[in-house]
């Protein structure tokens, strides 16, 4: 059987050579996408059975990209491939629909190990983040603020972050401004933080957004 992924990515010499690696592989036919707009276009034509996915890519921020992705294909495996590290994106990112994370310094082995177990129907977390997971059952203390937050407030702070107004958000979640106004409270709230200047320099310094 021909394998169809698509690799989105938006620098062409990493496309390429994830493509040329798989290729050499697997019997398989691959897409490619350089910005979220074109792969969302790509899983909306056709099927798939893996998507190989940025999360900096051209018309997203932070994990909205594998958000609106994993709505639009919510049968299709999403192997987040990231240049953030674990710490910072990966439990977000399987919160959120991946079935995968992967950092972009990892071997081809393990990319080709990763793609093989969600091909499978599993997951993939590397044994660092699946420690990172048992000390979540467990109730790790020194888990960073804003994995305190919601799948929404998440969403919300990194629009924040990114310098979008409440209006702005609003219409972009499709949400009321009273409703994202009730969110930014939560969210400094359970961040300790005053304003939205403190939250901005922690998204920065955190590499959220």
């Known amino acids: 059987m021909v394998l169809r992924i698509l690799v989105a990515d938006d620098h062409p010499v990493v496309r390429r050579g994830i493509k040329n690696l798989l290729e050499q592989t697997f019997e398989a036919s691959i897409g490619e996408a350089s910005t979220i707009k074109e792969a969302i276009e790509a899983v909306r034509r056709a099927p798939w059975d893996i998507v190989l996915l940025d999360l900096s890519m051209p018309g997203a921020t932070g994990l909205e990209g594998l958000i609106r992705m994993a709505r639009t294909c919510p049968n299709v495996p999403i192997l987040v491939l990231s240049m953030h590290p674990e710490k910072h ?98 969210i400094l709230d359970k961040m300790q933080m005053q304003n939205n200047a403190e939250l901005t320099r922690y998204c920065i310094a955190n590499g959220l957004c």
């Not at 919160?95 to 091909?119: C, F, I, P």
């Not at 993939?124 to 799948?151: I, M, N, Q």
Request: hydrophobic share 40%; charged share 25%; net charge positive.
């Open 89 to 186: 994106f990966a439990m977000r990112a399987l919160r959120s629909g991946a079935a995968g994370y992967l950092t972009k310094d990892y071997s081809e082995k393990t990319l080709l190990k990763a793609v093989r177990q969600v091909l499978a129907g599993r997951r993939y977390v590397s044994s660092s983040l699946a420690e990172r997971l048992v000390s979540d059952l467990v109730g790790d203390a020194d888990r960073p603020p804003h994995d305190t937050l919601s799948k929404q407030e998440y969403r919300v702070m990194c629009l924040i972050a990114s310098g979008k107004t409440v209006s702005q958000i609003a219409e972009e979640l499709c949400l009321s401004v009273k409703t994202v106004s009730t969110y930014r409270v939560r």
